[in-house]
């Protein structure tokens, strides 16, 4: 199947987005959503851009440009911002709710940024967010770091090929079970259950516990995986963190 994605550089025009030491929002958001765009397109992918330049859209002139162009996924690129410099730093990815591929998608793309090396703060639901809500189609919001935390910064400059390849992976490898570079993710499976209620609950006790969770339906079974790793040793660092907390553990491949 091919699929159509709309891609959305946030901000743009007279809305820098967070600015810091005269770095503005809006420029991260532009070049890291055309190498995403450019990565996927040499796979296949037709990605419709909500702005390839300069320009200021609302959060409804994007929704309604995506819904008009009938893509399949909205993904939308921000870098966060916190009230004091350096206090916060990692990637988080927003969603309207956390259900559906696109909430997969979501903890795929959070973990390659881990890999990366951006901490992972996690996947949350944002059923506000216009760009989120206005959307017919599976939408996120990826904030790739905070824009006035300077690790973050120096990451995504000095690892911004690999931040691209990574985010475009996570999405690819959703989509088709491959990453670029590699045909397998590792995950730590901690349960896998007949009953929805006794998986949501063992999703919620890890995430509560600051484990990058989610679960996955198949054959009418619901297992409960945590984190998506390119890397085995990264999946085995991950096993042996949840096994000392008491989970019975097994790493798995998709």
Do not use: C, W
């Not at 959070?110 to 189609?137: C, H, N, Q, S, Y």
């Not at 063992?202 to 409960?224: D, R």
């Amino acid at each position: 199947m091919a699929y159509k994605i709309v891609l959305d550089a946030g901000h743009g025009g007279g809305d820098p987005g967070a600015v810091y030491q005269g770095r503005q929002e809006k420029d991260d958001t532009l070049t890291l959503t055309m190498a995403v765009g450019e990565i996927l397109e040499r796979n296949g992918i037709d990605v419709v851009y909500t702005r390839t330049e300069d320009i200021y859209q609302t959060p409804f002139e994007k929704a309604k440009l995506a819904n008009e162009s009938g893509a399949d996924y909205f993904i939308s690129f921000h870098r966060n911002s916190s009230p004091r410099d350096n206090q916060y730093q990692g990637a988080e990815v927003l969603v309207y709710d956390r259900s559906g591929i696109k909430y997969e998608m979501a903890e795929n793309i959070l973990g390659a940024l881990g890999e990366v090396g951006f901490r992972e703060i996690g996947v949350k639901e944002r059923p506000g967010l216009v760009v989120l809500r206005r959307t017919k189609m599976p939408a996120l919001l990826v904030e790739a770091g905070f824009l006035n935390t300077d690790s973050d910064n120096e990451l995504f400059d000095q690892q911004f090929d690999d931040t691209a390849d990574a985010i475009a992976g996570a999405i690819l490898g959703t989509l088709t079970g491959e990453t670029i570079e590699d045909p397998l993710y590792y995950r730590v499976q901690t349960g896998i259950f007949r009953n929805r209620e006794n998986a949501d609950r063992m999703l919620y006790q890890l995430m509560e516990q600051g484990y990058p969770s989610f679960i996955l339906e198949e054959n009418g079974l619901y297992k409960v995986q945590t984190g998506v790793f390119q890397q085995i040793g990264n999946a085995v660092d991950m096993e042996q963190r949840l096994r000392d907390a008491g989970y019975s553990t097994i790493i798995v491949t998709k």
